[in-house]
Structures are given as C-alpha cells and as structure tokens.
C-alpha cells in the first residue's frame, strides 16, 4: 500500500527534528546560558527538519521514506541506549548521588532543591541500585531493533520521573532530560499502528521489519 503525501512528510520531517535534537545537543553542551541552550538546541532541530522536509520534496518517488525512517530510529534508539547505560551504571555501582559530606550536617531548610534531591536519592544504596537497573535494562532493549519499543516503554516513565525531579528540584539537567523524553516519546509513537492493532483490534501483529506501516 503506497504511502500518502501526509505520511510521507510527516516521516521525513519526525526523522528530522529527533535526528536534530541529538545533533543540538551535541553541538551546545558548551553553553553556559541556559537560554541559549535551549534555543540552540531546539533551533538546531528545527533547521535539520526543514532540511529533510527538502529532502522529503526531492523524494518525489518515496523511495527513500523507509531508509529515512529506519535511520532515525537507529539514531535515536542507540543514542538512548548508550546514555542510559552510562547513568545506570553510575547508580547501580553507587557512584551518581555522592554528595558533599556536609550534607549530613546541615538542616533541609539549609539546602537546596538540587541538594535535598540528591540527599535523598543517596540515602538508600538499595534504591540506587533499583533506579539503576530501571534504565540499564531498557537501555540493552534499545541496542536491538525488534525490542526497542519494550525498552522505550519501560524507558518512558523512569525518563518521565527524571523530568518531573529535574524541573521541580531545579537540578540543571532539564533541557538534556527533556529532549531524552521527546525521543523516547518519538520511538513509541511511531509505532502507533502496532500498538493500536494490539490494544483495539484481532488482527494479528507481524514481525518488526523495516517496512513502514
């Protein structure tokens, strides 16, 4: 079944903005001003999008939406993959949350929001660890196509917590956990039509393939 025009833009532009996500945020993790971060960021994205929306015109046969797409979710996915395996690791071996030593000696009052979080988040060496495994695991599903949606789903509310903890806590981590979130949303939405078939419908779910639905 041949692909109509909305899906075919829409494909090459969605591969786009997340292929630009992770190039912007590789281009600004020198930025000081947070501002500037995130307006470079997210510009950088928008620039890549239109970019391969060119593309998309260009691709007046669509020929090339199927390799696109799987470029994208190959980017992304392993991009996922190799950060959360690192941040894992961290707090599986107790290494993330080391605190200052004055912590224990100072009232909550006296802390910040960023202190108290981290404070908390290194009391228990046993929920470190938890937390730890909680990304590792999705971090390995992602390395392999036929399971990166599992670990994106298993990825999205420990991500969803992480954003939560970063905004509310003002640990200045939020542009970098906010866009792990966009492409982690990117990898489960764009199997829309497989998850629809196997929530809402009886008809059977193929095998992943690099065929677009």
């Given amino acids: 079944m041949p692909l109509s025009p909305w899906k075919h833009f829409g494909f090459y532009v969605t591969a786009g903005l997340s292929v630009g996500l992770i190039l912007g945020l590789w281009f600004n993790n020198s930025l000081s001003s947070i501002s500037n971060a995130w307006g470079g960021t997210f510009g950088i994205s928008g620039v890549v999008g239109i970019l391969f929306l060119v593309f998309a015109f260009l691709d007046r046969k669509k020929t090339g939406t199927e390799y696109i797409h799987y470029f994208s979710q190959t980017c992304v996915r392993l991009f996922l993959a190799s950060i959360f395996f690192v941040y894992g690791y961290a707090k599986a071996i107790l290494q993330q949350f080391r605190g200052p030593l004055f912590y224990g000696d100072v009232s909550v009052s006296e802390l910040s929001g960023f202190e108290t979080a981290w404070y908390f988040f290194g009391y228990s060496e046993t929920y470190q660890m938890v937390m730890g495994w909680a990304e590792i695991i999705p971090a390995c599903l992602l390395c392999f196509r036929r ?50 078939k196997f929530f809402f419908t009886d008809k059977s779910i193929p095998a992943v393939s690099k065929r677009i639905e």
Avoid: C, E, H
Wanted: charged share 5%.
């Fill in 147 to 196: 399971t990166q949606l599992a670990g994106a789903i298993m990825l999205l509310p420990v991500i969803g917590n992480i954003v939560l903890a970063n905004f509310f806590y003002d640990i200045p981590v939020k542009l970098q956990s906010t866009v792990y979130l966009i492409l982690t949303l990117y990898l489960i939405l764009s199997q829309t039509p497989r998850l629809w």
